[in-house]
């Protein structure tokens, strides 16, 4: 019996099925029902959140009235490194040791900067009713004593020192020579360049900060001391539906949109309220914004583009030359503005380049990715080939 036209449609609806279905997303977990909370729970969280972020202002300003001046008193050869009198002095002086190589490593630094890296316990310099503060690391900068400085604070867990846990595994803790973060960390520039112009300075602090994390992850002198490049494209990532705002802005600013990727850009880390804001993140934005010092960071290390954002700066750096960045460091213009005279160029249309060169790159548009495209024209043209055969077998017989 010769093949009918119905058996045709039949092959033909069969494939376009198979095609939406492997086109179809990974099925998404089902989503956790929970009750709406009563005034009651919402003013107690309001509250509980209220406590939080006193007690973790207040434990900032403790330590804004005591690390600058311990520095400007204790710096040797413009560095100085302190922790609890029960971290050993063999350790300090590792330490030490160590940010003299991260300092050598940037070749000319700005010799009036001052720069201190400070352990401290979670509950040190908080106040002595309620929990500790839910914050990690975080940097100062400003000036003291008439010269520039930029700190960095870490903190260490007291019981584990307590019991010897860091003396046995000394990996785990924050300043191991093995650890992959720079002890410098985002004071890195501050240290090679001084104190930033007054515009960079409002947008460091209101979450540019996060571009300044990363080094050189090809340094040969340093290989473990800077965060390594994701061999995963950041679009991939969760963190990367985390950037505050609409993620219309995300997809507009990787399909090459200029004005999305400066706007994304300028806004620099998460804001409170962003879908993966948590509530550490909420407590270190109140205290960086209502800190009378000049705090850069006061929670964990996020960026708006991802793990790849981490070495924004480092990147322009190394584009562009010290000199040019320098110019942009310094000036007292508006970031946008700063960008463009000293590195010739706009802002968005380097992010634009940047982002296709480390983060990700599609086209804007209505169409299917070539993947898609090519694998359902191969599954179209196998299913017209079983039925061909299918055919022709009926046929023969």
């Given at each position: 019996?010769?093949?009918?036209?119905?058996?045709?449609?039949?092959?033909?609806?069969?494939?376009?099925?198979?095609?939406?279905?492997?086109?179809?997303?990974?099925?998404?977990?089902?989503?956790?029902?929970?009750?709406?909370?009563?005034?009651?729970?919402?003013?107690?969280?309001?509250?509980?959140?209220?406590?939080?972020?006193?007690?973790?202002?207040?434990?900032?300003?403790?330590?804004?009235?005591?690390?600058?001046?311990?520095?400007?008193?204790?710096?040797?050869?413009?560095?100085d490194v302190g922790g609890p009198p029960e971290l050993a002095d063999s350790t300090l002086m590792g330490i030490r040791d160590r940010v003299e190589v991260e300092r050598g490593e940037l070749g000319v630094?700005?010799?009036?900067?001052?720069?201190?890296?400070?352990?401290?316990?979670?509950?040190?310099?908080?106040?002595?009713?309620?929990g500790v503060p839910p914050l990690g690391a975080g940097n100062m900068a400003g000036t003291v004593d008439g010269r520039p400085y930029c700190i960095t604070v870490t903190r260490i867990s007291r019981n584990?020192?307590?019991?010897?846990?860091?003396?046995?595994?000394?990996?785990?803790?924050?300043?191991?020579?093995?650890?992959?973060?720079?002890?410098?960390?985002?004071?890195?520039?501050?240290?090679?360049?001084?104190?930033?112009?007054?515009?960079?300075?409002?947008?460091?602090?209101?979450?540019?900060?996060?571009?300044?994390?990363?080094?050189?992850?090809?340094?040969?002198?340093?290989?473990?001391?800077?965060?390594?490049?994701?061999?995963?494209?950041?679009?991939?990532?969760?963190?990367?539906?985390?950037?505050?705002?609409?993620?219309?802005?995300?997809?507009?600013?990787?399909?090459?949109?200029?004005?999305?990727?400066?706007?994304?850009?300028?806004?620099?880390?998460?804001?409170?309220?962003?879908?993966?804001?948590?509530?550490?993140?909420s407590v270190a934005r109140f205290v960086a914004n209502r800190s009378p010092f000049y705090l850069l960071r006061a929670g964990r290390q996020t960026s708006s583009f991802g793990e790849p954002g981490l070495?924004?700066?480092?990147?322009?750096?190394?584009?562009?030359?010290?000199?040019?960045?320098?110019?942009?460091?310094?000036?007292?213009?508006?970031?946008?503005?700063?960008?463009?005279?000293?590195?010739?160029?706009?802002?968005?249309?380097?992010?634009?380049?940047?982002?296709?060169?480390?983060?990700?790159?599609?086209?804007?548009?209505?169409?299917?990715?070539?993947?898609?495209?090519?694998?359902?024209?191969?599954?179209?043209?196998?299913?017209?080939?079983?039925?061909?055969?299918?055919?022709?077998?009926?046929?023969?017989?």
């Amino acid at each position: 019996m010769a093949f009918r036209m119905r058996h045709w449609i039949e092959v033909v609806a069969v494939g376009c099925a198979l095609v939406a279905i492997g086109q179809l997303p990974p099925e998404a977990p089902g989503a956790v029902v929970r009750p709406a909370p009563t005034a009651l729970a919402g003013r107690r969280h309001q509250l509980g959140m209220d406590v939080e972020r006193t007690r973790a202002l207040l434990q900032r300003l403790r330590w804004a009235d005591s690390l600058p001046p311990l520095l400007a008193s204790g710096a040797t050869g413009g560095v100085d490194v302190g922790g609890p009198p029960e971290l050993a002095d063999s350790t300090l002086m590792g330490i030490r040791d160590r940010v003299e190589v991260e300092r050598g490593e940037l070749g000319v630094i700005d010799p009036d900067m001052l720069f201190g890296y400070y352990i401290q316990f979670p509950d040190q310099g908080a106040p002595s009713a309620g929990g500790v503060p839910p914050l990690g690391a975080g940097n100062m900068a400003g000036t003291v004593d008439g010269r520039p400085y930029c700190i960095t604070v870490t903190r260490i867990s007291r019981n584990l020192l307590a019991t010897g846990i860091y003396a046995r595994h000394p990996q785990i803790t924050p300043y191991a020579p093995g650890s992959r973060t720079g002890l410098l960390g985002a004071c890195g520039p501050f240290v090679q360049f001084g104190l930033p112009g007054s515009h960079v300075a409002a947008w460091l602090k209101n979450g540019g900060i996060a571009f300044a994390y990363g080094g050189d992850p090809a340094s040969s002198a340093l290989p473990d001391l800077w965060l390594p490049r994701s061999t995963v494209p950041a679009f991939a990532r969760t963190e990367m539906r985390t950037i505050p705002g609409p993620a219309l802005h995300l997809d507009a600013c990787l399909a090459g949109r200029d004005s999305a990727c400066l706007e994304i850009a300028l806004r620099g880390a998460q804001d409170v309220g962003s879908p993966g804001a948590s509530s550490s993140d909420s407590v270190a934005r109140f205290v960086a914004n209502r800190s009378p010092f000049y705090l850069l960071r006061a929670g964990r290390q996020t960026s708006s583009f991802g793990e790849p954002g981490l070495y924004l700066l480092a990147d322009l750096e190394r584009e562009f030359g010290p000199a040019a960045f320098r110019r942009f460091w310094t000036s007292n213009q508006d970031v946008p503005t700063a960008f463009r005279n000293a590195f010739g160029l706009d802002m968005g249309h380097w992010l634009v380049r940047w982002t296709a060169d480390h983060v990700y790159h599609y086209r804007a548009g209505p169409s299917l990715p070539r993947s898609a495209v090519a694998g359902s024209i191969l599954l179209v043209l196998l299913c017209g080939g079983i039925a061909g055969a299918w055919a022709t077998r009926r046929s023969v017989r």
